[in-house]
């Protein structure tokens, strides 16, 4: 029973050796995984091409997916640290959250949904009343210039009554905004199933997507990945706590102190456009600026607004963001705009989302297979990659 292990330890220089030499090999496994092996460059680049065009073509689809996994990617380290220390399954806090996540949705849902119905209701109602009190505000009794045709508030907010009317009256315009709804109303619901499935089975799909890799190249994309996780998932969390501050510093600013209504309202959208860089800001300003327009009563709540949206504008881009990101994200803002406009213009809201995390994971490679991670964004490996590298290592 010694001799075994020795016999174990000789095999592997002698295989070693006949590698090297350029004999064939007599372990089976060694030579079904011999061809894989030696897959050319320009047969990974071409699978890697192929593998966009497929998902340019189903973007519409892609993002419950992609939030659900983004989700389940920020929460999964606190599921293993509360697995680690209570020694309970697994699966008891994976429920667990997922629990949560379905009783913020169900809030958000109850308080946020009848608000917003009534407020469309209205829109729709009173369109042309509410298009002819915002364009007294900024012409005020002068005239403006459209298509030659000079127009002053109540014409333009007539032209454009009449112009709502007659896309309402197109064929299918009622029924592509029915399908809009209901394809949101459905993403939303699936969003929620997939967080389920990804909290519970999270790990088993990742060890999945890594036998997909040939498995000469798993240790490589292990080391480059427990550089790249950490990047990412400060990344991730990052954006998520500006957004939440963002929403709650909106709701106070609009809400409690300037009295603006529909302030709920308005402070989603300007935690949701948080998460578009550059232009996510200015639109979220523009939208609320314009409601606070067109309630204000005089110069002082236009004055008052402004300095609520700057005073919003540098507590995050001076004070939270950079607590919240750290300087390891940190790309170039030209570098930004064109991931932006790139990511949008192919894959949609999903290009948006992921075009930085996309940017900052091909940093992040390139560094590390350069041999340049001190200039690499985050020096240290990640814990769960360094997990996963080591235990590869032991089976390789």
């Known amino acids: 029973m010694t001799a075994t292990p020795q016999r174990q330890r000789t095999a592997t220089p002698q295989r070693q050796r006949s590698d090297r030499s350029g004999h064939a090999h007599s372990d089976p496994a060694h030579s079904d995984h011999a061809h894989v092996g030696r897959i050319s460059t320009t047969t990974t680049i071409f699978v890697l091409i192929a593998v966009a065009l497929v998902l340019y073509e189903i973007q519409w689809i892609l993002p419950p997916f992609v939030l659900a996994g983004l989700l389940a990617y920020i929460c999964t380290p606190l599921i293993e640290a509360l697995t680690e ?6 699966a008891l806090f994976a429920l667990a959250i997922g629990a949560v996540f379905l009783s913020i ?35 005020g009794s002068s005239k403006v210039s459209l298509l030659g045709q000079p127009m002053d508030a109540a014409q333009l907010a007539q032209a454009a009554g009449n112009g709502l009317r007659n896309w309402f009256t197109q064929t299918g315009s009622v029924a592509v905004l029915g399908g809009a709804v209901f394809g949101t109303m459905f993403g939303f619901i699936l969003t929620l ?5 990804f909290l519970l089975s999270g790990p088993s799909m990742a060890r999945g997507l890594l036998h997909l890799v040939p498995p000469d190249q798993r240790p490589l994309i292990l080391h480059i990945w427990s550089f790249m996780d950490p990047v990412l998932r400060r990344y991730f969390i990052g954006v998520l706590v500006v957004v939440l501050y963002a929403a709650t510093a909106a709701y106070i600013g609009l809400g409690l102190v300037l009295g603006i209504p529909h302030a709920a309202v308005l402070a989603l959208v ?5 998460m578009i860089p550059v232009l996510g800001p200015g639109a979220s300003a523009l939208i609320a600026g314009l409601v606070a327009v067109h309630y204000a009563t005089g110069i002082g709540p236009i004055v008052a607004y402004a300095i609520y949206a700057t005073a919003l504008r540098i507590s995050i881009d001076q004070l939270f963001g950079p607590l919240a990101l750290g300087t390891a994200s940190r790309l ?33 490679t390139l560094a590390v297979l ?25 089976n390789y």
């Open 193 to 197: 199933v997939l967080l389920l499935y």
């Open 332 to 364: 170039h803002p030209v570098l930004v705009i064109f991931c932006f406009l790139a990511g949008g213009l192919l894959f949609g809201l999903v290009g948006v989302v992921l075009s930085v995390p996309v940017a900052l994971a091909v940093k992040t």
């Open 105 to 139: 949705a169900a809030a958000a849902g109850y308080l946020g949904v009848p608000p917003l119905v009534r407020e469309l209701t209205r829109v729709f109602t009173d369109f042309e009343s509410i298009v002819r009190e915002a364009a007294q505000h900024m012409l």
């Open 85 to 90: 220390r209570s020694g309970l399954p697994r």
């Open 370 to 394: 350069y041999d340049e991670r001190n200039s690499a964004p985050g020096e240290r490996p990640g814990r769960l990659g360094s997990a996963a590298m080591s235990s590869t290592e032991r």
């Open 270 to 274: 300007t935690g949701f456009l948080e």
